[in-house]
């Protein structure tokens, strides 16, 4: 068994897990921390992440601090509108809307944190 799951880094970490729990619907699979800073787990129907508090002394940058972002993550859900218009009414910014894109459904936001992210499904 092989699977990959992302740490993202941000600045307010429990703010965050609140975002992508409304945005998302994630769910908390582990937790640590206080306050802001925080380590956690979150899980979207399967697909699992982490949310860690940006810290520049062990060079773990947040998009504003880094300038901008590295990369995108896919989420791959069964309703790519659905959860598009979900991630923005909980302060998302939309960049894409949700459309066929070789041979993708799917739309992009910004998370308030500045990361990324495809919504999307095949087909």
């Known amino acids: 068994m092989a699977s ?13 897990v609140e975002f992508y729990a409304a945005a998302f619907g994630a ?5 640590v921390g206080d306050g ?10 399967g ?11 062990r060079r773990r940058l947040s998009p504003p ?3 901008g972002t590295t990369g995108r993550v896919l989420l791959v859900v069964d309703d790519p509108e659905a959860v598009h218009a979900r991630a923005v009414a909980a302060g998302a910014t939309a960049t894409s809307a949700v459309a066929p894109e070789h041979g993708w459904l799917v739309g992009r936001i910004v998370d308030p944190f500045g990361h990324e992210w495809e919504i999307g499904r095949p087909g």
């Open 4 to 16: 990959i799951q992302p740490e993202l880094w941000v600045d307010g970490a429990a703010t965050a």
């Open 65 to 67: 601090a880094a300038g």
């Open 36 to 45: 802001e800073d925080v380590v956690a787990q979150l899980d979207v129907g």
């Open 47 to 57: 697909a699992v992440f982490w949310v860690v508090q940006a810290d520049a002394g």
């Open 27 to 31: 769910r908390v699979l582990h937790r």
